[in-house]
């Protein structure tokens, strides 16, 4: 009879239910889909105009709340990334602009705190799948050095494959992680589960097709490109399958598309009627409703918060022009695209289902930023973050949830692009720290038109969401303000309430000097 009551009670503590709210208690399991590239007019229901279908992705929509802008706190694939696990802005790290390699070191540090090694403190158990581009350290063969005497890892003859990484996903807080280093066009093309390579790669592989390219490298029999964003949707519903509900579950499914190289299965080639890309969108949709139909299956639809988005805009890549003479824009009505410190760099589709808390078909014109997962994850969780922890992240659960408690805090959003150029987004306005795109589309940096140009820009998105008209003689004192608040910011190593804090140390770009100058 004491056992039972013990059992009672346990189980009135763990699972509490609201009458009022129809609400559980029971802690949801989260799923965070990370696209590739992929611009927010991809995604139909984003994009009156747009051509590609993507009924899943819709559906998930209509079955939740999508947000109109949101963004990424940089306008390529590393930075996003350590932002997304830390909660922090990537430009607080040590790298300022760019991205890592297939071969690049370890990023974030075992002892930062990620979203996966907070929530193993409620007790979930936690997943990686996907590209993981935020660095790991290969094993180097014996004999050689990593450092010292001048030597310097510039291709893959120095990895060992036969022994275990060390300084990646499960050093991070990931129990389980199946992975590849870097993007799907970045050697070497070896799969690695929990910290070990599945196979040491005996073959050197490259493609120099115009969709279909990827660098020279080696290549594991087991690792097929056209095979792997199937592959990794594969390992994501097995990982549900697995599941038997002791315990939550936080999976971070990293895609490696629809980044180059763009590779849609045979079933899928020419099904959008476009080009290679659309194809290869209309099947990381189709995936997707794999993906909730697992769900379904094992009975977790209703208590799984699943958020869907993309790491940046899509890339050129995609061949824009072709996309243009049949009428689709990846970047929708806004201007640029992956790489740009414009808006199409940036701002991305973001859908969030979760039945239990979030109204379905529901929308959200909040400006918010993909540093807010970790605020978010531990507001549901009930933890708390410490000072180190999550410096730019804001809980989004009030948005969410129109019972939570509070409100969602952000006050303003700093974008970042590949050549380290800043922007502050504030309420309707958006300024930004260099002329023209800071990315890769014109007016590039270092172009000749660049000398013409003012030096800052300032646009309001409510009126001019092309960002056509620089208002920045116009407006002085809004730019100023905000040139005021950016700084601000910046020297106090984090946006949200709490003590100061160290960025890691400065970078001499261009970007950073920039700030300097009009700072004083």
């Known amino acids: 009879m004491q056992t039972f009551f013990k059992t009672l009670v346990f189980f009135t503590f763990c699972v509490v239910w609201h009458p009022a709210t129809g609400q559980s208690d029971t802690p949801p399991n989260i799923i965070y889909v990370l696209a590739d590239d992929l611009g927010i007019g991809d995604v139909a229901i984003f994009n009156a105009d747009g051509k590609i279908q993507t009924p899943n992705l819709d559906r998930l929509a209509t079955e939740g709340m999508r947000f109109t802008d949101a963004h990424t706190s940089s306008s390529v694939c590393t930075p996003t990334r350590y932002g997304i696990l830390t909660g922090r802005y990537n430009w607080r790290s040590p790298l300022k602009q760019g991205v890592l390699t297939g071969i690049s070191k370890a990023l974030i540090p075992n002892s930062r705190t990620t979203v996966a090694s907070l929530l193993k403190r409620k007790g979930y158990h936690t997943a990686f799948v996907g590209k993981w581009h935020l660095g790991w350290d290969w094993a180097v063969k014996e004999g050689l050095e990593a450092s010292g005497s001048g030597w310097q890892p510039k291709d893959t003859d120095w990895i060992d494959f036969t022994k275990p990484i060390t300084n990646g996903p499960k050093d991070l807080g990931f129990d389980y992680s199946y992975g590849h280093s870097g993007s799907l066009d970045m050697a070497p093309y070896v799969y690695v589960e929990n910290g070990i390579p599945t196979q040491a790669p005996k073959k050197t592989t490259v493609d120099k097709g115009k969709y279909t390219w990827w660098r020279q490298g080696p290549t594991s029999d087991d690792f097929i490109h056209d095979q792997v964003t199937p592959h990794f949707f594969d390992k994501a519903i097995s990982y549900i399958d697995q599941q038997e509900g002791k315990q939550p579950f936080f999976m971070y499914l990293a895609l490696p598309s629809p980044h180059t ?260």
């Open 261 to 520: 190289p763009i590779l849609p299965t045979a079933e899928w080639k020419g099904k959008s009627g476009l080009n290679p890309y659309a194809d290869f969108v209309m099947q990381v949709d189709a995936h997707m409703g794999d993906l909730m139909a697992a769900l379904t299956k094992k009975g977790m639809a209703e208590n799984t918060l699943i958020i869907f988005t993309s790491d940046n805009g899509c890339s050129p890549q995609a061949d824009y022009k072709v996309l243009a003479e049949k009428g689709h824009d990846p970047s929708a009505i806004y201007r640029g695209h992956k790489a740009d410190i414009f808006e199409g760099g940036h701002r991305v589709p973001f859908i969030v289902r979760w039945p239990q808390r979030v109204a379905a078909n529901s929308v959200s014109e909040t400006v918010i930023c993909t540093t807010d997962l970790m605020a978010t994850v531990a507001d549901i969780a009930g933890l708390e973050l410490a000072d180190t922890e999550g410096e730019d992240s804001f809980s989004m659960l009030p948005l969410l949830d129109t019972k939570a408690k509070g409100k969602y805090q952000r006050g303003s959003t700093i974008h970042h692009s590949i050549n380290g150029s800043f922007a502050l987004r504030k309420d309707e306005w958006k300024l930004v720290m260099c002329p023209g795109s800071g990315g890769w589309s014109a007016p590039k940096p270092n172009a000749k038109e660049i000398a013409e140009l003012p030096e800052y820009q300032l646009y309001n998105l409510a009126t001019d969401p092309g960002e056509t008209e620089n208002l920045f003689e116009k407006e002085t004192r809004v730019a100023a303000k905000m040139t005021k608040e950016l700084l601000r910011i910046i020297n106090k190593g984090r946006s949200t309430p709490g003590s100061k804090q160290a960025n890691d140390p400065k970078t001499d770009g261009k970007a950073w000097k920039q700030l300097e100058k009009i700072s004083k």
